[in-house]
């Protein structure tokens, strides 16, 4: 295989035209500006009434035992986590409140979150990402731990981060906090983006062979385009046979079933932290199982995959 090598070749300005500065990439990390490591759980599909059902015990404790009930930016996966980043986590949907104003609110939480001064909107521009902020201008380590594919580093999302790990397994929580580590000379933020409770919701240890095979994801969308073809339009087909209820309801209980372990991961999670670490808890997006005819999450308007949990708090 015949091997080419790239070499850097100085641009030379005209004659009488002063040559034009290169940019430079080293990076001076500053000098610590806020107290608290800041962690952000993403319970990947978990919806509102589904973390409730589940009663965990322990996660809810880095609130008080407050759960809230927010609203996604979006549907998807992808765009959720884009938006977490930017710095506005799941909004509360209040009414008679310019969005301008929202926001400078929601960025403004950032004072007691980092356990800082003189955060604001302001502070997020022009870039408008949490990690550029933490780490450029407060001094932070930022570091992601992801379980779905479609995070992977190479996605536009890895802006900023020190270290970006796309998991060997989609569904566990606790390898990922295997790899936590904390500094104790400045702060250190962590994405966490845990995917056992996204579909087919299956617990680390489960054979995957027992999965349930429902969804796009395990090859629907493929039966779909055979059924449509030679025949009626995909409109006048006969509703794909994994609309069954009673399995959509065994769908929605795995998913429960998802939160209840995870509420002993958290355990190992809390007992790790060091102090003066802020915890947020919180979903990308919602889940449908059936509801009015919907399945999953994604190009989907309805208000359940719009509605997830919200926590937030210090333990110590």
């Not at 990308?284 to 509605?307: K, T």
Request: glycine fraction near 6%.
């Amino acid at each position: 295989m015949r091997r080419f090598r790239w070499f850097h070749r100085p641009s030379v300005a005209p004659q009488g035209v002063a040559p034009v500065a290169q940019p430079t990439s080293i990076f001076v990390r500053p000098q610590p500006q806020a107290q608290h490591n800041l962690i952000v759980v993403i319970l990947d599909s978990c919806r509102y009434d589904t973390f409730v059902a589940a009663a965990p015990r322990i996660i809810p404790q880095v609130s008080g035992g407050k759960v809230e009930k927010r609203y996604s930016y979006a549907s998807w996966t992808a765009p959720s986590h884009y938006n977490l980043l930017t710095g506005l986590m799941p909004h509360v949907s209040p009414p008679h409140v310019f969005a301008s104003e929202y926001y400078k609110h929601d960025f403004s939480n950032y004072n007691q979150r980092l356990g800082s001064e003189g955060i604001e909107f302001a502070k997020f521009v022009p870039a408008l990402w949490l990690p550029t902020l933490l780490r450029r201008t407060l001094g932070y380590f930022t570091h992601a731990r992801v379980s779905l594919p479609v995070l992977n580093s190479q996605t536009p999302i890895n802006v900023d981060f020190d270290s970006f790990q796309l998991m060997d397994k989609h569904n566990d929580m606790a390898a990922m906090l295997d790899t936590l580590t904390f500094s104790t000379s400045r702060p250190s933020f962590y994405l966490l983006n845990v995917g056992e409770t996204h579909y087919p919701y299956a617990l680390p240890d489960e054979d995957p062979a027992t999965w349930p095979r429902i969804s796009g994801v395990h090859g629907v969308f493929k039966q779909l385009d055979e059924e449509s073809k030679d025949g009626p339009m995909l409109s006048e087909a006969p509703v794909p046979r994994f609309f069954n209820q009673e399995r959509l309801e065994v769908l929605r209980q795995r998913q429960i079933n998802t939160v209840q372990y995870l509420d002993k991961v958290f355990a190992k999670l809390y007992d790790l932290v060091p102090q003066d670490t802020w915890i947020i808890v919180t979903s990308d997006h919602g889940e449908l199982f059936g509801e009015n005819g919907y399945f999953g999450h994604g190009p989907i308007n309805h208000p359940l995959v719009y509605e997830v949990p919200f926590l937030e708090g210090k333990l110590r």
